[in-house]
C-alpha cells in the first residue's frame, strides 16, 4: 500500500488505478476498462457498478439488485426521466453533465472528445422524440396526412377466397379471348420470282435514261 498515493488529484487517481490495473491483470480479473474510467471520472454509478463486480469475482456470488438497476447506464437519464417536461435538460446541459472536465484532459484529442460530443447529442435528441411521441400535445404536433387517411381494412378470408375466384375467372376469359384472336388469324405463303438477269436498267451515256420492263420467267 506504500506504493498508492493519497489525494483526489486527477495524476494521483491516473496513478493508483494504473496500478491497480496491472494487480486485475496479474490475479486474471477482468475489470472492464468502462468501470474502471468511470468510477476515475465520478460518473454517475460507476462506483457502485465497480464494486459489485469485484465482489462477485472474488466471492462467487451475485449480488441481487432491482431490475431497473441492471442496465448498464452511467448518463444521467435515469434522473431526468423522473422530472417534469420544462425541467429536463437541454443539449448543452446534457453534454456538462455526461462529458466531466477530467474526461477532456485526459484524452485531449479534439476528435475523440468530438465523437463523444455528438453521442451525446444524438442520445438526448433520441430521447426528445421519445417524449414527443409520448406527449404530442405538448409540443402541438399535427398528425400528417398519412396518419388522417382511412385505412382500408384488410379483407375477410370469404371475401380473399372471392376475390382470387374473381380474379382467376378474369384471367381464364383473357388467356380465352388471345386465343381466339390468334386461331383467326390466317396466313397465305406468297411466292416470289427472281428477275432474269438480262432485263436489267441500262443507262447509254449521252442519252436519256431508259428504264426496261423487267421479265419474270415462269
Not at 70 to 86: I, N
Not at 152 to 181: I, N
Request: with cysteine.
Amino acid at each position: 500500500m506504500h506504493s498508492y498515493d493519497n489525494g483526489t488529484s486527477l495524476p494521483t487517481k491516473l496513478g493508483n488505478w494504473s496500478q491497480l490495473e496491472r494487480f486485475f491483470v496479474k490475479k486474471k480479473l477482468d475489470i472492464p476498462k468502462e468501470m474502471i474510467d468511470g468510477t476515475i471520472h465520478c460518473k454517475r454509478g460507476a462506483a457502485e457498478l465497480l464494486i459489485q463486480t469485484i465482489y462477485t469475482l472474488l466471492t462467487n456470488r451475485i449480488v441481487r439488485t432491482l431490475s431497473s438497476e441492471q442496465e448498464v447506464d452511467f448518463t444521467d437519464r435515469k434522473y431526468q426521466v423522473h422530472l417534469p417536461m420544462h425541467a429536463r435538460s437541454t443539449a448543452s446541459h446534457a453534454i456538462k453533465n455526461n462529458l466531466k472536465i477530467t474526461e477532456c484532459m485526459t484524452e485531449p484529442n479534439i476528435i475523440t472528445n468530438k465523437q463523444k460530443a455528438h453521442a451525446i447529442i444524438s442520445r438526448h435528441l433520441e430521447h426528445r422524440n421519445l417524449d414527443r411521441m409520448e406527449d404530442p400535445t405538448r409540443f402541438n404536433i399535427k398528425p400528417t396526412i398519412g396518419e388522417l387517411a382511412v385505412r382500408v381494412p384488410p379483407l375477410q378470408q370469404d371475401e380473399a377466397a372471392a376475390h382470387d375466384t374473381w380474379s382467376a375467372k378474369k384471367e381464364s376469359a383473357h388467356s380465352e379471348r388471345e386465343q381466339s384472336k390468334t386461331s383467326s388469324v390466317q396466313f397465305r405463303e406468297i411466292q416470289v420470282q427472281q428477275m432474269n438477269k438480262s432485263s436489267q436498267m441500262s443507262v447509254k451515256p449521252g442519252s436519256i435514261h431508259t428504264i426496261q420492263t423487267p421479265v419474270f420467267t415462269q
